[in-house]
Structures are given as C-alpha cells and as structure tokens.
C-alpha cells in the first residue's frame, strides 16, 4: 500500500498575532514544521505548538530560517556559511529544548522560505544546513526540495533526508518552485490540489506551469498553514489519497 507524509508550516503567529489555523489543521497532517523565532513564532508559541502536535501524534521539526521576522523569511540574505550554519544550530536547538521538555523527538529539519529557496540552487549554502543538523543530532532527518542541490548535500554529509514536493506551489519545467511573485505561482483550488497530489505521490509526476510533465520523488508533501482556504485544502488532500488508498502516516514510520 502506497503511503505519504503530509507536512505543514506550524506555529507561525508571533506573541499575539495569530497565523494559521493551527488548531484546526494539525489533525490533519502528519508532520509539523515549527518556526523557531527567526521568521516567525516565540518561546510561548513554540512551547505551545510543540505540545499541540504531541497531543495529535504528529512528527515534530524544526523551521530554521534568516533573521528576518519583519519579511517572513521571505527575503534573501546575504548570509555567510557560517551564519547559516549557526542560525540552523541556534533554531534547532531552541525547538529540541521545548521537544525535551514535552518528552517528545524532535524528528526532522526543513529550512524556512529564502533560505530554502537557496538552498536549492546552492550547494554550499545545503551543504551548511546539512552540516549544522548532522552536528546536532545525526538521526535528524533533512527535508529536501525533489531533485534539488538539497538532496546533493544530504547525500555528500550522510544525513538522512526525504525530498519534498508542494501541493499548492506551481513548478517550472526545470522542477523548481514559481517565483511567489509570478502570477499563478500558489494555487488555491482544494480539488484541484487533491487531484494533483494524488498524481504526484501514485505517478512521480507533475505537470510544470508551462505544462511539461517533469518527474519527481515525493515522500512528504507540504501545504502552507498560512495559505488561503488551508483547512479545506488538507481535508481534500486526504480524502482524495483515502479515497484511492494510500496511507498518510509521518515518513520513517
């Protein structure tokens, strides 16, 4: 039987400014990135968000980004490695503290918005995260953009990884997210989505924004908490893979 993780960005509001509908969408995922200060989220809301998802049983990682809370971590850095490097210690850290403290695993990295859209082209820049997760802790899993320089790193340092596909991104046809700023770059229609997901996960394909077919390897897709109509997306995801029998349950498992 196939099987899928389906992961989401958690924690997202800062003090008392809400992103997200946490509560409402964690049920329903099976991975939960926690943000851990640099672009969004607290102490408070990372303790919270951290037993949110040891109440549902779901895989807890970390969501390192740039220090950039006024863009969302959206804005490209120009970070040294070794800035890179100890921002993804300082973040992991932060979160496997509250994981301690729960008596829950903190089980997974995924870097955070320009970061990771970095990480993506350059090597070195996957090659600094990758590093500063095996230091940590070496069971840490990296997720990776499918058929990215993510997955090179990975490799190179020996972290385990899985590759990542997005369920609401549009794709080029060289396998890479649209540009947010590009018309057509997030798409919002949940059936749509569902339908999309399931031929992602049962046929290893996509169909690019240009529409070419391009293959990729997903082991964990992603719904962004903060995108419109989150909720209704993840509950079509679901039932659309139910439906046609595959399993969600946390990668590694």
């Not at 959206?74 to 008596?103: K, W």
């Not at 840490?140 to 385990?160: D, F, Y």
Request: with cysteine; proline share 4%.
């Amino acid at each position: 039987m196939l099987s899928i993780d389906l992961n989401c960005d958690m924690g997202e509001g800062f003090s008392v400014y809400k992103i997200g509908n946490d509560e409402q969408v964690m049920p329903f995922i099976t991975s939960a990135n926690v943000a851990c200060g640099f672009h969004a989220s607290d102490p408070v809301n990372m303790w919270k968000t951290v037993k949110l998802a040891a109440r549902h049983g779901v895989g807890i990682g970390a969501h390192p980004s740039y220090p950039d809370l006024v863009g969302f971590g959206r804005r490209a850095m120009d970070a040294t490695l070794d800035e890179v490097s100890a921002d993804v210690t300082f973040q992991i850290g932060a979160l496997a503290a509250f994981c301690q403290r729960e008596g829950v695993k903190l089980r997974h990295v995924k870097a955070h918005g320009a970061m990771y859209n970095k990480a993506v082209d350059s090597q070195p820049v996957a090659m600094a995260i990758a590093q500063a997760i095996k230091a940590v802790d070496p069971e840490l899993v990296m997720v990776c953009l499918s058929n990215s320089a993510m997955v090179t790193a990975a490799k190179e340092v020996g972290v385990p990884y899985v590759e990542e596909v997005f369920a609401d991104r549009a794709y080029t046809s060289e396998g890479k997210l649209v540009p947010r700023s590009r018309e057509g770059a997030v798409l919002h229609d949940p059936a749509v989505i569902a339908q999309r997901v399931l031929d992602m996960v049962r046929d290893k394909t996509v169909v690019a924004i240009d529409g070419t077919k391009i293959p990729l390897k997903a082991q964990t897709i992603c719904v962004h908490g903060d995108s419109l109509g989150a909720f209704e997306m993840i509950k079509a995801i679901r039932s659309k893979l139910e439906e046609n029998n595959v399993a969600l349950k946390p990668f590694g498992h």
